[in-house]
């Protein structure tokens, strides 16, 4: 098989607070391929969104190794675009500059700018909405921006953390639907943070099963159902079924954990 | 009424009514409630004044004060095209060269203070090395009163208009510098890692992310700065200047001219008054971004 595009090797990660260390994550071996999308799931601490900030360069392992393309991550970086939950938009810009702005950032010509920008925004279907501020927007729309923004620096890789979370379940589905448009067509590598077991299965090639802290590699789930998918099929179900399982298991040591007062968060 | 007569009485049908005439009824309706207060304290004092009640020169009534309003924007001299153009003739009324002297120092004044306040609240925002070395300084000098500084600003500057200068700047410099500082470190972590993702340098990082979403703050800043740097003016020209508003009231109380003083009060209210509504309308156009903002 070729080489992985992303290799992360016995990676750690321990916070220390003032009275005790936290193992959010621990012995992680994983390794993902150029083009395939790949959900991280499980209950909340179990390191997801932990190791996806190590991925992006936000906060780097303790010990271990995590390279990308075969270079050891120490920094964010434009090759690996991160759409955050909470849109991160920058409201002082309309929707066109907050595209426009990384591409600024990389010093790239004006009519190219233009054009990409105008491109993104046809395709995520956000040209009425070019030169409004994204408090005018709804949820979905911010998501949209978000992800164009990403888009724009066209990175191979796409870090995504429970980037449709906070939106209803009508609008998830249909952004679900664009990502995957979106990934056959530009053809990224995904990683994509949730605790939705069917959004998991909805979305992804491998389903990353974490545990409950210490964060660990339970299972990696592969998803060999052709798209588009259908949430009511009985492969889907069962499929439901395991995975379900497995996260309720880790959810129940949390809520454990939780009544035994040990959580951070 | 009684409710039996409510009981019996046929259901009326509401019957629309033209939208047009309700709507400048509302207008004069809305005109007369927020006048009705001014109209009868104005006339009050009018009577208690015409009738004897207070002393004319205690307090003259408002229309004897709007006379002396309308004598004071009048030009001194008769036009002469050979002396000034129309226009400085025009305002060469003593109220009007006045208020512009006032509003010429609250400007240079606060340009000064706001324009060392800025840098310096941006860096101790963004340096955590410069706060620790400006901070302890800051925190000394910034309880004192700008005013003060009036004793030792005439020993350093003399009279006129530096020491004047030197007190607003000192009156807008400390809110201008204390918002900056919060808003540099209050801007959300959140945008400062969509920006390094973008792959933002530091000074993209600064110009483009941190100024911008620190804007709210560093205007309340501007805002608040404003307002000091008004009250400041006029007690500097009540001290070291002999022109402008504070001078000028304070020159009719040695006169005894209380509808002078009346006239020169209501004047720095209305300056006040508009000094607001420009930096309001300049603040809801620079933050039309923001999400507490109405349009």
Request: proline share 6%.
């Amino acid at each position: 098989m070729a080489t992985p595009q992303i290799h992360i090797v016995k990676v750690q990660k321990i916070y220390r607070t003032a009275n005790r260390e936290v193992h959010a994550l621990q012995d992680i071996d994983l390794e993902i391929y150029a083009g395939e999308f790949v959900t991280f799931l499980g209950p909340s601490g179990c390191g997801k969104s932990t190791l996806l900030n190590a991925i992006g360069g936000f906060s780097l392992p303790t010990s271990g190794t995590l390279t990308v393309d075969g270079k050891a991550v120490t920094k964010p970086g434009p090759d690996r675009g991160m759409v955050f939950q909470e849109y991160a938009l920058f409201p002082w810009m309309t929707v066109a500059q907050n595209i426009e702005f990384g591409m600024e950032i990389q010093d790239k010509p004006k009519d190219f700018i233009k054009t990409k920008a105008e491109e993104l925004l046809t395709k995520l279907q956000l040209k009425d909405f070019r030169d409004r501020f994204p408090k005018e927007l709804s949820g979905g729309m911010r998501q949209r921006v978000a992800i164009a923004r990403v888009l724009a620096l066209d990175p191979p890789i796409m870090l995504m953390d429970e980037p449709f979370g906070a939106l209803d379940a009508l609008t998830r589905r249909t952004l679900q639907d664009e990502l995957i448009r979106i990934w056959s067509e530009f053809k990224k590598t995904i990683c994509f943070v949730t605790h939705g077991i069917e959004e998991s299965i909805y979305l992804s090639d491998r389903v990353v099963v974490m545990t409950y802290r210490p964060g660990t590699v339970k299972a990696i789930v592969p998803i060999d159902l052709p798209r588009p998918r259908h949430t009511t099929s009985p492969e889907f179900n069962e499929l439901k079924n395991i995975l379900g399982t497995m996260v309720m298991e880790e959810q129940s040591r949390h809520q454990k954990a939780e009544l035994a007062g040990t959580t951070a968060d | 009424m009684s409710t039996d007569a409510l009981a019996t009485a046929p259901p009326k049908i509401a019957t629309p009514t033209p939208a047009s005439p309700s709507r400048t009824e509302a207008n004069i309706k809305r005109f007369a409630i927020s006048t009705v207060v001014i109209v009868v304290l104005l006339g009050a004092w009018e009577a208690a004044s015409r009738l004897g009640y207070v002393k004319v020169q205690i307090l003259p009534p408002p229309s004897a004060v709007f006379l002396k309003f309308l004598e004071s924007i009048k030009p001194q001299e008769a036009y002469d095209a050979t002396k000034t153009n129309y226009l400085q003739w025009l305002v060469s009324g003593e109220l009007i060269h006045d208020s512009i002297s006032s509003m010429g120092r609250v400007l240079v004044g606060f340009f000064i203070g706001a324009g060392l306040a800025l840098p310096l609240g941006l860096a101790m925002g963004a340096s955590d090395l410069v706060f620790k070395l400006m901070n302890p300084l800051v925190q000394i000098l910034r309880p004192i009163p700008p005013i003060a500084y009036i004793p030792l600003s005439i020993l350093w500057f003399g009279l006129g208009n530096p020491p004047a200068y030197f007190l607003i700047a000192l009156g807008a410099f400390f809110p201008v510098l204390i918002n900056t500082i919060a808003g540099v470190r209050n801007v959300d972590s959140i945008y400062i890692r969509a920006a390094q993702n973008l792959g933002a340098g530091k000074m993209t990082m600064f110009l483009r992310v941190i100024i911008p979403a620190a804007m709210p703050y560093i205007l309340t800043g501007v805002k608040v700065g404003l307002g000091v740097a008004f009250i400041v003016v006029i007690v500097a020209e009540m001290i070291a200047v002999n022109n402008g508003l504070g001078y000028r009231i304070t020159e009719a109380r040695e006169f005894f001219w209380s509808d002078k003083i009346i006239v020169g009060m209501v004047t720095i209210g209305v300056l006040g008054l508009i000094l607001d509504l420009i930096v309001s309308k300049l603040n809801n156009h620079l933050l039309r971004w923001h999400r507490g903002m109405e349009h």
